[in-house]
């Protein structure tokens, strides 16, 4: 019950954190004359990913590093198949064409890039450094590219962005600064009690901490992905609701991965053979299946939300079978490499053949 209640407070702490810090230093950002385009893409963009980088790197500090990156990579899984898959359930959703040009090919490179640092069981603080400085680049192009930005676009992100009024109590500039320590600070005790209180789980479970931070560590820091997301399908922003998760993996792995690679120093962020066995291959897939079908007619279908899903669950299935090795899993296995994979794999190729993407 104990850990229960680490857990909740732990995850609370990530939310309030990520919420205060985004809403402080975006409040501050704007009262010094920076454009809410270029606040939305930086800061909030960071503010999303800031409960995964906090879990992470607190993780490493804490010698925890199979939570560290499984948390990353069990994010990015839950992110395409879980959350698009209900966002699309909720209404079918649209696809940017700069997203299939753009976006999702940076995120597929940044999966192949974390597979490839980390080929040899870990990634060193120097190839993390690398990670950062490609995401500090990336961010840097993300601000240039929007100056060539529609009006449309330039005025949906002022409607949401809005500098703090001069009578606001958010208007000084002592309590914006305060946001932003407040925030940081329910980000760092966040970690701590989410990582202590999912190792307790795991020692209680009997499984280990990787499927720990690929399963219940992941799905509790993509909250703020969550529930951005849904509220952006109901709303009806639903391209919103598709750049939200892509650009969130690319942060995740360049920016989480790297900074708990820094953290760790010379050992290095290690990679258990588990996760370069299968895990990372699974979030690799499910980065291509992004391509397939994102292009067939720019839109996910609900059929294909749900496709998202049933696989998500099918994942966690294969994990909790595999860390009880229960006397299913062969038979789920066989049933998953020799049809439903396949199947899904011939479904993908044939919808790209008959259905191109619109121009």
């Not at 946001?179 to 329910?186: H, K, M, Q, R």
């Not at 650009?247 to 290690?270: I, K």
């Not at 990679?271 to 897939?285: E, G, K, P, R």
Request: charged share 10%.
């Amino acid at each position: 019950m104990n850990a229960l209640l680490l857990f909740a407070a732990g995850l609370v702490a990530l939310v309030l954190g990520a919420n205060l810090l985004v809403r402080g230093a975006s409040k501050l950002a704007l009262s010094f004359g920076i454009s809410p385009l270029v606040v939305g893409l930086t800061i909030v963009a960071f503010g999303t990913s800031a409960p995964e980088m906090a879990v992470s790197v607190g993780a490493v500090l804490d010698g925890k590093t199979d939570i560290a990156i499984g948390n990353v990579v069990g994010s990015n899984i839950l992110n395409v198949l879980f959350i698009l898959g209900v966002s699309a359930l909720i209404v079918p959703l649209v696809v940017n064409i700069q997203l299939i040009r753009q976006e999702v090919p940076i995120m597929v490179g940044a999966s192949f890039l974390l597979l490839a640092l980390g080929i040899d069981g870990k990634v060193s603080w120097p190839e993390g450094a690398l990670m950062f400085g490609l995401l500090m680049a990336y961010t840097v192009f993300l601000v240039v590219q929007s100056r060539r930005e529609t009006q449309a676009a330039q005025a949906e992100f002022a409607e949401e962005l809005q500098p703090a009024e001069a009578g606001a109590w958010d208007g000084k500039l002592p309590v914006q600064l305060l946001l932003i320590l407040a925030g940081l600070a329910a980000l760092v005790f966040g970690s701590q009690w989410l990582v202590e209180a999912s190792v307790t789980f795991a020692k209680a479970m009997g499984v280990s901490d990787l499927v720990i931070g690929l399963t219940i560590v992941a799905a509790g820091t993509s909250m703020p992905e969550v529930a951005a997301s849904i509220t952006a399908a109901v709303k009806g922003e639903r391209d919103i609701a598709v750049g939200n998760v892509v650009g969130s993996n690319t942060f995740n792995l360049l920016g989480c991965v790297g900074l708990s690679s820094m953290a760790s120093g010379d050992a290095g962020l290690l990679m258990s053979q588990a996760l370069l066995n299968f895990d990372i291959w699974v979030m690799l897939a499910v980065a291509l299946a992004c391509l397939p079908v994102f292009m067939t007619g720019r839109e996910i279908a609900r059929w294909e939300g749900a496709v998202f899903v049933l696989y998500y669950l099918a994942y966690v299935a294969y994990l909790i079978l595999s860390a009880q090795q229960h006397a299913l899993l062969g038979t789920f296995s066989t049933a998953m490499m020799s049809f439903v994979v396949p199947l899904t794999v011939v479904t993908l190729v044939v919808m790209l053949l008959r259905k191109p993407a619109a121009s």
